[in-house]
């Protein structure tokens, strides 16, 4: 525990090259700690060493099937790298698992969207919408995807949610 929280000080404090090294040390102690190889992974992602970090969070995989945290994260570095096939398996993995999480719903849709499967996409942001309404960023991208799918009433009942002032709408434009 105490070299977890060496790791995770580090961690804090953006030295995530220390915060590896601390991490590995408290690995190498327990190998079926499936949060400290959670944190190596996390780590690894942090200083863009994707490679490595997918590795490490398959094996979290391998161990927790079911880890949300590590299925959203695996499922952004393919994302990232425009895999978004590949990205969505562990988006729709989420999901299934958590059915209340935003984050999965919205990262899923951003998927269908790149894969110009519109109406997924649009079931995606909807659902996320009902988890928490009211969000600009999320209403606007619900306009997008009608949108792009020549469905200009329904994109049109979505944008004009979108105050003038919003990012997404100042984007836009």
């Known amino acids: 525990q105490i070299l ?3 790791g995770l000080s580090y961690a804090k404090m953006r030295d995530f090259t220390s915060a590896y090294e601390w991490y590995a040390k408290a690995y190498k102690q ?4 499936v949060e400290t190889l959670f944190s190596l992974a996390w780590v690894e992602r942090k200083r863009q060493r ?3 970090a997918k590795e490490l969070f398959q ?3 391998d161990i927790h099937p079911e880890h949300e945290k590590t299925l959203y994260l695996l ?6 790298a425009h895999d978004y096939v590949g990205a969505a398996e562990y ?3 989420l999901v299934r698992l958590d059915s209340t999480g935003m984050d999965g719903h919205v990262s899923l849709a951003q998927c269908y969207e790149e894969m110009k499967q519109y109406s997924r996409a649009a079931h995606m942001y909807s659902l996320a919408l009902q988890q928490v309404p009211g969000r600009s960023d999320v209403t606007y991208f619900l306009g997008r ?3 792009l799918a020549k469905q200009y009433t329904e994109a049109i009942i979505y944008l004009e949610r979108v105050p003038d002032t919003d990012a997404c709408a100042l984007d836009a434009r």
Do not use: P, S
Request: negative net charge.
């Open 75 to 80: 499922g952004d570095i393919l994302k990232t």
């Open 91 to 93: 988006f729709e993995r």
């Open 50 to 52: 994707h490679a490595h």
């Open 145 to 147: 995807v009608h949108y």
């Open 4 to 6: 977890n929280n060496i």
């Open 59 to 61: 094996k979290v995989l």
């Open 30 to 33: 327990d190998v079926a700690d």
